[in-house]
């Protein structure tokens, strides 16, 4: 019996990005979801694990790791022993971290942020959200052209840090119709055997 468990939502796209990481690995883990509507996160029993009192928390036998890309690090380094996911030569890997920026800045304050507006009704600027979105997705989509992966010759955990948020920017009003290459990026990592998907939200445009 696993003693592996994530604490997690279902609609959170970085605790998605956990649960998604740990099927592509084959890690099994018990879902534990929290009730964010009424709190949970911010518990003392759940601030034990992450003082910031913010999902996802990876539990791993006695380690406790929170921070979504945290927990990606994490689990490339311990449990990939190919180095596939998180390269170790300096260039490869100076590019997923660039990459993993991208995912906790321009990703998280554009299409997560225009997302959260309407699947949880964050009071956030909405306008100013979608328009970070079509920003990066426009860098993004020129980066992808005559290429597979963010980062290296194959699929690594930049690509999984990004992938969710993305994959349902129309939830917040972010069309992908204008990124081919990004569209096509993400059909690739919705091939990578072992993918689980993020339900879609009965909130998002996409419903």
């Known amino acids: 019996m696993t003693t592996r468990k994530l604490h997690r939502h279902v609609l959170s796209g970085h605790a998605h ?19 964010l509507m009424n709190g949970a996160h911010k518990e003392p029993e759940f601030l034990e694990m992450n003082i910031f009192g913010q999902i996802p928390v990876l539990e791993d036998g006695d380690t406790v790791i929170s921070d979504a890309n945290a927990i990606l690090v994490y689990l490339a380094q311990k449990y ?5 996911w998180y390269p170790t030569d300096a260039e490869t890997a100076a590019a997923v971290q660039r990459f993993l920026s991208v995912a906790a800045g321009q990703v998280a304050s554009g299409p997560a942020s ?20 079509h920003a990066i997705l426009t860098i993004l989509d020129q980066h992808l052209e005559g290429r597979d992966w963010l980062a290296g010759d194959g699929a690594t955990i930049a690509d999984i840090a990004n992938y ?37 939200s009965a909130a998002g445009l996409n419903a």
């Open 80 to 84: 990939d022993g190919s180095g596939r």
């Open 164 to 200: 969710s948020y993305i994959a349902h920017a129309p939830e917040g009003d972010v069309s992908l119709e204008p990124y081919a290459s990004v569209r096509s990026w993400l059909a690739r990592i919705e091939a990578l055997p072992g993918f689980v998907a993020m339900p879609v």
């Open 17 to 35: 990005r956990a649960e998604l990481f740990l099927s592509l690995l084959g890690l099994e883990a018990e879902m534990i979801d929290v009730d």
């Open 114 to 133: 225009a997302r959260l507006v309407n699947v949880f009704g964050a009071t956030l600027d909405h306008d100013r959200a979608i328009s970070i979105a």
